[in-house]
Each structure stands twice: as C-alpha cells, then as structure tokens.
C-alpha cells in the first residue's frame, strides 16, 4: 500500500492511503508519524524520507520541488472529493474541528 505524508493546515502530519484514497493517520506529531509507519510496516529510513517530503510539501511528481505549504493536503482532499464525495470530506472535516 502506497501511503504519502502531509501537512495538515494546523500543522500537524497525516497519512494519506493512496489505494484507499484516503486519510489513514490525522493529527500526527513527527514522532507520532514515524511510530505509524512503523506500524504500517515501513522501514525507519523510507518513514523518515516520506514525513521530511510531506513537512517540505514535495510535489509528489518531482522530488526536488518544494510545495507552498499546503499543496499535498489540497491534493489529497480533491482526490477524496472526486472519489468519494463531499460527505466525506465534510466528515474529514469535521474530524479535524
């Protein structure tokens, strides 16, 4: 399972599930997100590479591009809003208030 990790707009980190399309993780610290990998059964150093791309907000297309901040995060909520629906991501947000 392909997951990417972004920035939240309270600054804080979350899981995005590229095959559920979908947030997995939300209000994780760093250390928080390393722990969730591991749990995810990802390795520290690829975990690691992973929450540095989504606090630096990498374009996911292009590893040296850093983001304006939130690009990962709009990214992923219109993927959940086309897959899935305004229900769920007004359930996301609702989560996050």
Known sequence: M???TVRQPNGLLAIFSTASDHFIRLN?????AITAYGELGEVR???EQKIKAGIEDRDTGDIGKKGNGLGR???CTDTI???QGTNALDKLNALLK
């Open 81 to 83: 809003r086309q897959c």
């Open 28 to 32: 994780l610290t760093e250390d928080e």
């Open 73 to 75: 995060w709009k990214d």
């Open 45 to 47: 150093p690829i975990a």
């Open 2 to 4: 392909a997951n990417i």
